[in-house]
């Protein structure tokens, strides 16, 4: 067995409920989850208590990799993320010209909207749309709701709300609280969200099972997982695309 | 390990500076929690105490079941209220989810069954020593519940104590009701789950120092100001 | 079936506690006035009697009938209990609390604390405690909270028994008065002496069932029978 | 609202169906907080007792800071448990993070002090009445003890249903130190916040009507069981 | 300071409650042997007096001293107190808790639980809850379990205030027999014809002070102060 912190946003989508029997029937590894926040997933990796780590926030897996806490960060897949907004779509996002523009649109008509606020891959993309559009989020009225929760509690807050959130379209699709809620606005490559794998370095915590890091790396990036992962759909959507290099 | 001293050593450097948003979760967290600790009391003490001097046919089944009632989960209580009070449910148009009241009503929800069940146990004895001569002044129940909650006072104030610790120290319910929205439903114990989720567990169990050193404080008030009380009588 | 000068009447009355009768079947008349002493050795069932009469022990079967509607009975009746039972207040809080129950006037509720405390000698402890007199004060203070709100029916459990010889002969002369001004009082005592003072009649109690009733004279002077006989002389009872 | 109706045919579903998950995280839910229950009860009702029975200098404030303990954030306990257990942390090599056992360690952390502290109030009565006959048996401390805990077990019962309460709703702690592993740690609370997350109110309020029932269920258990033998003494 | 035959000497012993003196200063030595009615109105500190003498009630200055060390003193005593405390316990188990103390085996346990049982006859009562007894069956249970350690001393406190007649006689002599066969007495009551039965000395207290103490038949038949005459007399003591 060995241990996986992940994000919230990746248990979310389901897609673990898919890779993880087809890997204990293959390799005859278990490969036990934590799922935790971003933040908390780098912490755990960072103390050896987990063996591995599957984030998707660039900056601080390189900061990560670059304090020696893991040898390397191996990009396995990507899904993108999207706006999610009340169906009525006050600040007409649906129509934007880009990530930046409806952001733009939705700071204008002052609409709710929900942001993670809990430093985690997904909020720090939003962070960095927003300074893309040139606003910042430090001077938004109380229209701009820092929540300071994980994806799924960020959605059950949007829903009540009835307010703009940022979401991972894999979340969104396994949400199951939509309420009032749609996905109004996708598709910039800005909002694409790399998803890449770190081991934890065993020079360095000695307990470390290296040996089931491997088992696990090999697997995430043969083309059976390639298959799996290109090939899971929810509501005939595919979430993620298989990118790791062989 | 060092972690634990640099919480220390932040919440010392939180208190020193009077850090404006402490200062402004650590009040919010105190209205939500007396507030839901007042309101739990005047539920739950009456009828603790009726549970006490009351002989019905479920009252066994009716005071295993408020026992029981003290393991209600905070995060199904959680989800209920929220159920109830988003813009769909039955009081979706009050507008309360995602407000203090929200978080207090959540609260007394999960602390009402504790109080309640301390009270009758603490009561029941009393109401042995009472039983005769209660009865024999021909007292009516709601004089029976006054005297009895009175005289009692000392003992109902580790109930409530335990109301309010739960109260204070409780997560799961109000992240869900309350939303830990910035400056509008943060409270401590939001904030250090939101901290820990970070990953910056210093400041999270400096927040959570800060908590514990708010409990004593109220716990120490509480304290002084009952002895000078109790001298008198019992 | 209860005629008028009857105040309360016993009917077949048992009072049952963890399968054994402690208590009866008794039937018992007690009269509208006069000062009736319950005696018996312990575990004779005194205390039970009187408490099924006061309605604070459930009775097991049989009925127990006062000449007016319960209701009314049981609001001018007071007890003082075998143990007495003191509220976790002051001395002058705990005589005020029955005058409190029925809403009475401060001034009034003053006036009545001050009368009763003086007839018991308590007026020096008003402030203290009650929870930390000694024996005997506890029994004064239970006797002028029953006296207080001066009850038609006052039972009385063995209200002298921890009293000084002063303080005895001082309670009967309240008790006494109490009875002369249209109180009906219910005692029990072991003391055959103040048996003889106070009883205008007497009630005998065996292993819970009553074994001679009358007036006081009587029954002291020529009991019927010889249990009643060997107990007044202090003999063994079986 | 609707989702309630759902919740409660998904509570139903998962239990006639007898859902091998639901079973597993079930016992775990049980055990650890049975486990925790138990030695909670060890350490709190000797130390409540104890502290009723004590004087000494600072008994007050001792009292004051147990009572105040009843608010402990339970996060705050995980974060602490989870750095000691930590592999860079001192007891890290016996290698307990994310075992049934760290959760059952941080949830005796959050329960003692409530057990301690209502067990404290429960002896207090008792020892007042019993003072002067123990003290005039010449009896040691250990046998004034053993005789509050023993004489005094029905009122101790509700502060150990109380912890027990406490204990099974708990997901803050647990979570953090428990890690929510499918399969290994995974308890009822923590599934629900799962499921919550998710999303998925239905199966998260099933799953919370379960726990609530099965509290009920040792709840009536314990109290059938207490009633039988107690009809004899009190 | 302390002779051979004296058990214990109090030497200025005070009892001070709320600022209030409730007992003292006391001077007195009890001597090793003898049966010793301490007599007094209530509230006098009569109950003060047994409790610090037997070290459950702290002396606030003054001393009080064993003829042997405290510890030992504290091991051979025994005290049935004026309000019995009764364990929420069996009759049976009240009996034995006091053996069960000292790890008395099971056997001697249970002898001793069927013979004072028999002494107090409570026989028939062992396995009823003590919570339940009626008043005077609670003070026998509370003198049997003092007595089942066959103490070197043994404080009573009014044991026989809610007894029977029969009762008290019984209790008389087994009380008697206690103190021909070695135990030292010390005992509060309100009847005198009690004190006069059993008492070889008498200590009158007034007022929390000692005021008149000496051989029974010295201070019964001939008191030296005008206010313990008056009490014999059960007159008005002020
Ligand atoms: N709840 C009870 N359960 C069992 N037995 C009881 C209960 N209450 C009283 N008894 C028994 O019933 C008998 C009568 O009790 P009661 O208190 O009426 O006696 P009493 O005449 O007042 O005696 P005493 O003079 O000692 O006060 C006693 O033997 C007592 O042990
Ligand atoms: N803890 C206390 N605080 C204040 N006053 C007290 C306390 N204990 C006893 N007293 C007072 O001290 C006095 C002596 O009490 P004590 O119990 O010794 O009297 P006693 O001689 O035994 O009387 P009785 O014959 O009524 O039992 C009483 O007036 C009592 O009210
Ligand atoms: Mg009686
Ligand atoms: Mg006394």
């Not at chain 2, 250090?192 to 404080?217: H, P, Q």
Request: one cysteine or more.
């Amino acid at each position: 067995t060995m241990k996986l912190a992940v994000t919230t946003s990746f248990h979310n989508s389901g897609l673990s409920d898919v890779l993880l029997p087809v890997i204990l029937e293959d390799t005859g590894l278990e490969v036990q989850l934590l799922v935790v926040g971003t933040g908390q997933a780098l912490r755990l990796g960072e103390a050896g208590d987990v063996d591995a780590i599957l984030v998707h926030s660039r900056a601080a897996e390189e900061a990560f990799v670059a304090k020696g806490f893991a040898p390397y960060r191996r990009e396995i897949m990507y899904n993108d993320f999207v706006f999610i907004g009340p169906q009525s779509d006050a600040a007409k996002i649906a129509s934007a010209g880009d990530a930046a523009d409806a952001l733009t649109r939705i700071a204008e008509t002052e609409a709710p909207f929900v942001s993670r606020g809990d430093e985690s891959g997904t909020h720090k993309k939003e962070l960095s749309l927003w300074s893309a559009a040139q606003l910042d989020p430090a001077q938004f009225g109380s229209w701009y709701k820092a929540v300071g929760a994980g994806m799924g509690a960020s959605l059950n807050t949007a829903s009540g709300l009835d307010a703009y959130i940022l979401a991972d379209r894999a979340s969104w699709l396994n949400f199951a609280n939509k309420g009032t809620l749609a996905l109004l606005f996708s598709g910039d490559p800005a909002l694409f969200n790399q998803y890449a794998y770190l081991p934890i370095d065993p020079a360095r915590h000695p307990h470390v099972k290296a040996e089931a890091q491997r088992t696990l790396e090999d697997w995430l990036t043969s083309p059976k997982a390639e298959a799996l992962i290109n090939g899971y759909r929810i509501e005939g959507t595919s979430l993620f695309v298989f990118n790791a290099e062989g | 390990m060092n972690e634990i001293w640099a919480g220390m050593l932040a919440a010392f450097r939180l208190i020193v500076t009077l850090d404006a948003d402490l200062v402004e979760i650590t009040l919010r967290s105190l209205q939500v929690s007396l507030s839901a600790l007042v309101i739990a009391c005047v539920i739950a003490l009456p009828l603790g105490t009726w549970l006490a001097i009351r002989r019905f046919r479920f009252r066994r089944a009716t005071i295993a079941t408020l026992n029981a009632l003290m393991g209600l989960p905070p995060v199904v209580v959680g989800l209920i209220v929220y159920l109830l009070l988003s813009r769909s449910g039955p009081f979706g148009v009050l507008g309360l989810l995602f407000t203090p009241t929200a978080m207090i009503i959540a609260q007394v929800i999960i602390i009402t069954p504790l109080i309640a069940s301390l009270t009758h146990q603490a009561m029941r004895e009393l109401w042995a020593e009472y039983h005769d001569l209660l009865i024999s002044l021909n007292t009516t129940s709601r004089q029976r519940i006054a005297t009895l909650i009175w005289d009692g006072r000392r003992a109902l104030l580790t109930g409530a104590l335990a109301g309010f610790g739960r109260a204070i120290g409780e997560v799961g319910a109000i992240m869900i009701v309350g939303g830990n929205i910035d400056h509008a439903t943060r409270v401590l114990t939001t904030a250090i789950a939101l901290e820990t989720g970070k990953g910056d567990f210093a400041l999270a169990l400096g927040l959570g120092f800060v908590l514990i050193a708010l409990a004593l404080l109220v716990n120490f008030a509480i304290h002084t100001l009952s002895r000078t009380e109790q001298e008198g009588t019992w | 079936m209860v005629d008028a000068s009857i105040l309360v009447a016993l009917r077949d009355t048992c009072v049952k506690r963890r399968g054994k009768t402690i208590l009866g079947p008794v039937n018992l008349d007690l009269l509208d006035d006069g000062f009736t002493i319950v005696l018996g050795p312990n575990g004779a069932g005194k205390t039970t009697l009187l408490k099924v009469l006061h309605g604070v022990e459930r009775v097991s079967s049989g009925t127990v009938k006062w000449s007016v509607p319960d209701a009314v009975a049981r609001q001018t009746q007071a007890y003082v209990f075998q143990r007495p039972v003191m509220l976790r207040r002051s001395v002058r809080q705990n005589l005020a609390y029955p005058l409190k129950l029925v809403g009475a006037s401060a001034s009034d509720i003053d006036n009545g604390v001050t009368f009763w405390a003086a007839q018991i000698g308590l007026t020096e402890m008003l402030d203290r405690p009650a929870t930390r007199l000694s024996g005997g004060e506890k029994q004064k203070l239970a006797l002028g909270r029953a006296l207080i709100r001066t009850p038609r029916v006052l039972f009385l459990d063995e209200p002298c028994a921890n009293l000084d010889g002063r303080s005895t002969r001082e309670i009967e002369g309240v008790l006494q008065r109490a009875n002369a001004a249209g109180t009906r009082i219910i005692m029990t005592t072991h003391n055959l002496g103040q048996a003889r003072r106070l009883a205008s009649d007497i009630v005998f109690l065996l292993n819970g069932r009553l074994h001679e009733q009358g007036r006081a004279t009587d029954v002291l002077r020529a009991p019927q029978t010889p249990e009643a006989k060997a107990f007044f002389q202090g003999d063994i009872v079986e």
